[in-house]
Nanobody, 120 residues
Framework: QVQLVESGGGLVQPGGSLRLSCAAS????????ATWYRQVPGKERELVAG???????TYADFVKGRFTISRNNAKNAVYLQMNNLKPEDTAVYLC??????????????WGQGTQVTVSS
């Protein structure tokens, strides 16, 4: 079973930047598509950014122009570059990705989340 591991969260001042990473804990053949979500206690999980298998990106309106989703196929990793962070971006950020463990065995998995706190 594939497990995804997010990293890169932390405490940052307003206006600062962070880069989140999402990678499989074990060997996989490919990570084809991925979506970053964020979760605040007491609120619904919301989509932040997505990257399709053919490279199409989508962003929530509240991050457009500030966040960028990308991937490194050689490392089977997906990233979320977050710039000009705001206090309202504070949340646990989770990665959901789909791909193939081997060429004929697909997977879809969630990571455990990484905390991002934007505060002065």
């Amino acid at each position: 079973q594939v497990q995804l591991v997010e990293s890169g969260g932390g405490l940052v001042q307003p206006g600062g930047s962070l880069r989140l990473s999402c990678a499989a804990s074990g060997s996989i053949f490919s990570m084809d598509s991925a979506t970053w979500y964020r979760q605040v206690p007491g609120k619904e999980r919301e989509l932040v950014a997505g990257l399709s298998s053919d490279g199409v990106t989508t962003y929530a309106d509240f991050v457009k122009g500030r966040f960028t989703i990308s991937r490194n196929n050689a490392k089977n990793a997906v990233y979320l570059q977050m710039n000009n962070l705001k206090p309202e971006d504070t949340a646990v950020y989770l990665c959901n990705a789909a791909g193939r463990i081997i060429t004929t065995r697909p997977f879809r998995a969630w990571g455990q989340g990484t905390q991002v706190t934007v505060s002065s």
